[in-house]
């Protein structure tokens, strides 16, 4: 990939570092999302299940939207 960005850009390929450590504001929103997959019923870590509830959990709201808006 490297001879492409060269050829292309007449550059390297931008270096990307990956870290493990998270600062005070995003180990904030990993916890609220922990506390919201607990709310919600869904697994840690099981993300395609997350997605099938989370959709579920829409479309049912979508559902009862519907029902008030037509009486």
């Known amino acids: 990939m490297n001879w492409l960005m060269k050829k292309l850009f ?18 904030e929103m990993f916890q609220e999302q922990r ?17 099938l509830r989370l959709h579920q959990i829409l479309h049912d709201h979508e559902k009862r939207l519907k029902a008030l808006e037509k009486k």
């Open 35 to 51: 506390i919201l997959k607990d709310a919600l019923g869904m697994e840690h870590g099981n993300d395609y299940q997350n997605w």
């Open 10 to 27: 007449g550059k390297n390929e931008p270096q990307v570092y990956i870290t493990s450590k998270r600062t005070p504001e995003q180990e």
